[in-house]
């Protein structure tokens, strides 16, 4: 039998011609999934927060908070800054931009974790109201996405320090920085329903 | 092949936008301090929160420059949230 | 070649579907024989709630296994039937549709069938903790205080969410990327537009379950108090959230199977079909509508009345591209030369029973008459025929359609044809009565009822018990054919779309050179039926 051995690279003609990636697309669609995931928390959240008034707002650390999504907001800066490093292959500063990504983000966990205790201690817990459960609930599954991106921000971090990636490869970490930035903007929609109005 | 003169230009817009980020972001929490009615408060963190989003989505996820069919595959689900979100909320 | 063909699906190597495997056959095959099993352990669960309602008073079941088995028959028919075995035809035929070797993503596809399959045990899993028992529309607060059970059929439905997701990310991206050289969206067989439509819904609206689900969870499990009344929780943002993808879902169980009646009419009235581009068009406008309509589910709930008025008006829009599609499949046979073959004969059936099904949607999208029949056997009667009438005529039209091109074997026609008969017989005799007892008061759900009632639920009952019995003239037949049913040559209906030009079963990497299209996929009577769009000839 002939083997005419298609290479994978043919397979994709169509996304080619219409001048897009299938590994970009796939990304764009699995943030629109996630769009409408948190969408649910959101809704949940609104619903409590419109309908249930509570004092327990009064509670939230704006200040603090504030100056969390500042730092998460910076960490989508070191990544593009890191991208834009690999474009003119330059490897090394990719691999510092990323470990400033994994450093802010971790910083913003602690964040999150410091007034998750503050809040506890004021009896602001998963029980306490439908406040206290919608909060927590929708800031944590945030939390645990930025963990994933941590984690996954590491895993480039080796790769990279192993050359894995260079000025004809950015794919991986053009796909990382979009689930990253599209947790950043998720951040801003939460730090704005939560904090601010 | 990146000529210096592109290498610059994209650095200069990230940190352009970053620096905006920031500045919105500190003007939101000032404006938390100054006690405004909650409609007029609203509608302009809104409105300043869109800004900011909108800023990375075009800038950092590169929206601006890449193909239309991804700037669609966001905006339709977040349409649709916020449909989703009035509709649940009201009822 | 034709050891090619012979080994990717031979008979000694049934084992491989047992294990991890990235090519879409095999997946589209785990998922079509998983998905069958299901249908087979859903219909065992409605032949006990039939035996239970033959007469009035609790005979068969009390009380709560009554609950626990009504549940678990509609979760398994909707989570681990319909859906998935859509999927599954979506698995095997979408890459060999477009020309390509594959999904865009094969182990994401591999991903998605082993997660279904984790789900689909631990649903029934859940039978051994006590059972879910709050229907399978789960609502709270019944849901947070049901039994262990509930936990574990919650953890399920994620996975299952999950899954179903992945496909639908999965699918969208093989469709755009990875279309052969001359397949136009303009050229895509109306299967994939419908699959193109339905992974649109799945990808937007089961994220939403699976946070509404999560809510329940924590509820369960953390002491979260969304839905405690006590703390001023709220029911009706379960409702909201559950039925923002509960009737998404059911635009995901019938638009694949309407793809598949699009693609049996052409070849079985040698037709063009009538009406291409609005039936594509119809798919997306369908897509797009059902994701307005959900609360015209919550009519009674409570919900701020003045708001369900634009629910009633999207309801009955969304009939419009529907009837098109109706219209379309109709002047499609009109005047054709039609083989009343056993595909043609559950697309036919399809047509009547769907239609009883829609327009008695039309009638539940009224406030008015919905308010008097909710929560009836009225409405059971409606999702019965959309559901089974619809998507299961479907289904069986579309394994019979694509047997030959799967397992490279004929399947008996005589067979086929009794399996149809005691179907369509089976499922009218099932459902019609249920919209009469339904309008006349009985309650769904409910494991007994008044007196009045019994000769309607005997009549269903017996209605049932052939659609039992009529699984069985369909398994004997597809189990002794895929054994040693008669050689199927690659094309043996005289198809046009692009799986019909290369052998059944197809080889590895689906085709021996990548096909090139060079015309629509339906131009019956335009050109002789062997001169295939694809340049590549039939192999073997």
């Known amino acids: 039998m002939s083997s005419m051995a298609v290479s994978h690279h043919d397979e994709f003609k169509a996304a080619k011609a219409l001048g897009i990636s299938h590994l970009k697309l796939g990304m764009w669609l699995f943030i629109a999934s996630e769009v409408m995931f948190f969408g649910g928390l959101i809704a949940a959240f609104l619903n409590f927060k419109l309908n249930v008034p509570t004092d327990e707002i009064q509670l939230l650390d704006v200040a603090l908070v504030g100056v969390n999504t500042f730092i998460l907001l910076t960490s989508s800066f070191t990544v593009v800054l890191g991208l834009d490093a690999l474009r003119q292959d330059k490897p090394q500063r990719l691999a510092f931009f990323l470990g400033m990504t994994i450093l802010l983000g971790v910083v913003f966990l602690g964040g999150q974790a410091y007034e998750f205790s503050q809040l506890a201690q004021q009896g602001v817990t998963l029980s306490s109201s439908v406040f206290g459960s919608s909060f927590y609930t929708l800031t944590s599954f945030h939390g645990m996405h930025v963990l994933i991106g941590v984690l996954w921000a590491l895993r480039n971090l080796l790769g990279t320090l192993r050359g894995k990636y260079g000025a004809e490869s950015v794919e991986g970490i053009e796909l990382f920085g979009l689930y990253w930035h599209f947790v950043d903007i998720v951040w801003i929609v939460l730090f704005t329903l939560i904090y601010l109005i | 092949m990146q000529t210096p003169a592109n290498e610059s230009s994209h650095r200069l817009t990230y940190v352009l936008v970053f620096l905006i980020l920031g500045g919105i972001t500190a003007v939101e929490i000032g404006l938390t301090f100054l006690g405004l009615p909650r409609a007029t408060a609203r509608a302009l963190f809104l409105t300043l929160s869109l800004a900011k989003a909108v800023m990375v989505a075009l800038f950092y996820m590169h929206l601006k420059y890449d193909h239309r069919l991804y700037a669609y595959i966001f905006i339709v689900p977040v349409a649709l949230l916020a449909i989703f979100a009035y509709l649940t909320v009201a009822s | ?540």
């Open chain 3, 1 to 540: 070649m034709e050891a090619t063909a012979e080994t990717s699906a031979g008979r000694g190597n049934w084992r491989r579907y047992l294990r991890w495997s990235t090519d879409h056959k095999v997946i589209g095959i785990q998922y079509l024989v998983t998905t069958f099993i299901f249908f087979l352990l859903g219909g065992l669960l409605a032949m006990l709630v039939r035996a239970e309602l033959l007469q009035p008073g609790m005979d068969v079941l009390d009380g709560v296994q009554y609950n626990r088995v009504m549940t678990n028959h509609g979760s398994v028919m909707i989570f681990l039937w319909v859906i998935p075995v859509l999927a599954g035809f979506g698995n095997y035929l979408v890459p060999l549709m477009i020309g390509a070797r594959d999904m865009a993503f094969p182990r994401l596809n591999a991903l998605s069938y082993w997660i279904f399959l984790a789900g689909g045990l631990l649903m029934m899993g859940s039978f051994f903790v006590g059972a879910a028992d709050a229907g399978w529309t789960a609502y709270v607060p019944l849901s947070i205080l049901a039994p262990d059970g509930e936990t574990v059929w919650a953890v399920a439905v994620i996975l299952l969410g999950a899954s179903s997701t992945m496909g639908g990310i999965n699918f969208l991206t093989t469709v755009l990327t990875m279309r052969t050289e001359g397949m136009t969206i303009w050229r895509l067989p109306l299967f994939v537009w419908g699959m193109m439509a339905t992974s649109l819904l799945v990808v937007l609206s089961t994220p939403v379950l699976t946070a509404g689900l999560f809510l329940v969870a924590l509820d369960r499990l953390l002491g979260t108090v969304f839905f405690d009344a006590a703390m001023q929780g709220d029911p009706i943002l379960f409702q909201n959230i559950f039925w923002f993808y509960s009737h998404p879902a059911v635009y995901i169980m019938i638009l694949p199977a309407m793809g598949i009646i699009s693609e049996v009419f052409p070849v079985f009235s040698r037709k063009p079909i009538f009406g291409y581009k609005m039936i594509a068009l119809s798919s997306m406008a369908i897509s797009v509508l059902g994701l307005t309509v959900w609360a015209h589910h919550m009519f009674t709930s409570g919900m701020d009345p003045r708001l369900r008025v634009p629910y009633m008006v999207t309801s009955m829009v969304i009939a419009v591209p529907t009837g098109v599609k109706i219209f379309s499949w109709l002047a499609t046979i009109w005047d054709g030369r039609i083989r009343f073959s056993t595909p043609m004969l559950f697309a036919l059936g399809f047509i009547s029973m769907f239609l009883i099904g829609g327009i008695t949607g039309i009638f539940l999208a009224a406030i008015p008459f919905d308010i008097h029949v909710h929560d009836t056997y009225f409405i059971v009667a409606h999702l019965h025929f959309v559901l089974f009438g619809g998507s299961v005529f479907g289904i069986y039209a579309g394994l019979y359609y694509w047997f030959p091109k799967i397992t490279g074997r004929m399947f008996d026609e005589k067979l086929g044809k009794v399996h149809f008969l005691m179907t369509f017989v089976g499922t009218n005799l099932s459902y019609l009565p249920m919209f009469l007892v339904g309008i006349l008061g009985m309650p769904r759900r409910v494991a007994d009822y008044a007196p009045e009632f019994t000769q309607l639920n005997q009549l269903a009952t017996l209605g049932a018990i052939i659609l039992a019995f009529s699984t069985l003239p369909f398994l004997y037949n597809a189990i002794v054919s895929w054994a040693k049913g008669a050689q199927a040559e690659a094309n043996p209906w005289r198809a046009l779309t692009l799986e019909w030009s290369t052998s059944s079963p197809p080889p590895e990497h689906n085709f021996p050179t990548p096909p090139v299209v060079r015309g629509g996929p339906y131009d019956y009577g335009e050109k002789p039926a062997e001169a295939l769009p694809a340049a590549a000839p039939a192999s073997d």
